[in-house]
């Protein structure tokens, strides 16, 4: 039995994309067979049945640099409590079964109801990669294409059949699981060699993807042009607010020099009207002092007065 034996292959690989996937299903499918294939490209003849074992693998998947956290688990049912640790922090789950064994395949679903029991609290898709192990094994098959096919549109999740001891379809079965994790989908990711999706399944969920994404750009073209339009008026409205108001302002400044213009107008008509008063005045006064002179210049009448004491008279001046 194996406890927390890690291996890291490419160590001095470059900086990449980390993905923490996690194998489960029941005991004796073949799980770490799986896993050191995919890493040490060996095949484990002997069963050491495994508690936790965890590795690192380096690889490029879809131009993308990977680093794989993969976490080996246990398939027996006294260590189904870690399993809820290790479901809850994994990315995406190989659910694995023998194809020599019945029993096995009828007992994966427990392994799919506890994932989604754990993670269907926080996501709503899960990624899964449905693994019929030992197909090397022809004579002994217990498992038809259909049924698992059946089994794998239920869970929606993607299936595959492997062999641990040829290496068969073990790569495209890891690397399926990261493109549906980069992804968040079974269909029209890419995977290779997978039973469900086939490739007819990928074409059309590829051509659908298309489609739609070509529908989602021309709305955000729609949206972007109704935008520009809204702008644009907003813009015009602006302007001519702006506009308005300028000619709102002339106008106001052209009264207020209307008003000053008139008021200056009345000013210098009061200041022409009090120098004609002033010349008036000037003018009336003029001819009173004139007339003054000229009565002053005219001779007096003479006055004569009787003197009754001497019957005389004299002229007084």
């Known amino acids: 039995m194996s406890f927390n034996n890690s291996a890291v292959t490419n160590t001095a690989a470059p900086p990449s994309q980390e993905f923490r996937l996690v194998v489960v299903g029941p005991p004796v499918v073949g799980k770490s067979a799986l896993t050191i294939r995919l890493t040490q490209s060996e095949f484990a003849n002997e ?18 640099p990977a680093s794989l956290d993969i976490l080996d688990t246990a ?77 794998a549109k239920r869970f929606d999740c993607a299936y595959i059949e492997t062999s641990a001891k040829t290496g068969m379809n073990v790569n495209n079965a890891f690397h399926g699981l990261v493109k549906m994790v980069m992804h968040n989908s079974v269909l029209g990711v890419g995977l290779e060699n997978t039973i469900y999706p086939n490739e007819d399944d990928e074409r059309q969920a590829r051509l659908l993807r298309i489609e739609e994404e070509k529908k989602a ?12 339009n809204n702008q644009i008026k907003n813009s015009n409205l602006s302007n001519n607010q702006i506009n308005s108001k300028s000619n709102s302002n ?7 020099n ?60």
């Open 47 to 64: 069963y050491d049945p495994t508690i936790e074992d965890s590795y690192r693998y380096y690889c490029t998947i879809d131009g993308i």
């Open 258 to 317: 209307t008003t000053n213009q008139s008021i200056k107008n009345n000013t210098n008509n009061n200041n022409s009207n009090t120098n004609n008063i002033n010349t008036n005045s000037n003018n009336i006064e003029e001819t009173s002092q004139s007339n003054q002179q000229r009565s002053n210049s005219k001779p007096q009448p003479s006055s004569t007065k009787k003197d009754s004491g001497s019957g005389g008279c004299c002229t007084i001046m």
């Open 217 to 228: 750009a021309a709305n955000n073209s729609s949206s972007n042009n109704i935008n520009s």
């Open 75 to 151: 398939g027996q049912e006294e260590y189904s409590s870690m399993r809820d640790l290790y479901m809850k922090t994994g990315e995406g789950f190989l659910l694995v079964f023998s194809l020599t064994d019945r029993h096995t395949f009828e007992e994966i679903s427990t392994f799919y109801n506890q994932i989604i029991r754990v993670k269907g609290e926080t996501v709503q898709f899960v990624p899964i990669m449905l693994i019929g192990n030992k197909n090397d094994l022809i004579d002994e098959r217990q498992v038809s294409y259909e049924e698992a096919v059946q089994l």
């Open 250 to 256: 002339n106008r106001s400044d052209n009264q207020g």
